[in-house]
């Protein structure tokens, strides 16, 4: 008798990347989750996510819709929530380990 082999390769922690565009310099890039930065506002309006160009440094800011705010989060993108309430609030929601 053998043990049965290790089935495929263990699938620990891939970090998530994300196609980004830049609107200034036109470069696509793949940033991984840590570089990106999602803000939730109370409406689609003021939720967006954000990423510094990595070629032009340039801040870049783009409306995330419902479907983007899924797939950023699910990624382990870092949120804030911001909360319009009689106090405004930045709460940084933490990701997943
Ligand atoms: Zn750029």
Same mark, same amino acid.
């Given at each position: 008798? !053998? =043990?049965?082999?290790?089935? #495929? ?12 565009? &830049?609107?200034? &310099?036109?470069?696509? &890039?793949?940033? %991984? ?7 939730? @506002?109370?409406?689609?309006?003021? !939720? ?5 160009? %990595?070629? &032009?440094? @340039?801040?870049?800011?783009? =409306?995330? #819709? ?7 989060? #699910? @990624? @382990? ?7 319009? #309430? +009689?106090?405004? +609030? ?8």
């Amino acid at each position: 008798m !053998t =043990p049965p082999p290790a089935a #495929g390769a263990p699938r620990t922690a891939v970090p998530a990347r994300f196609k980004a565009a &830049c609107p200034d &310099c036109r470069t696509r &890039c793949e940033l %991984p989750a840590a570089s990106l930065r999602l803000v939730i @506002g109370a409406s689609a309006r003021t !939720t967006f996510y954000a990423f510094t160009c %990595p070629r &032009c440094a @340039g801040a870049v800011r783009k =409306p995330a #819709g419902r479907r983007i705010v899924e797939l950023l989060t #699910g @990624g @382990g993108v870092r949120t804030l929530r911001l909360h319009t #309430g +009689q106090n405004a +609030q930045l709460r940084p929601v933490p990701g997943p380990r």
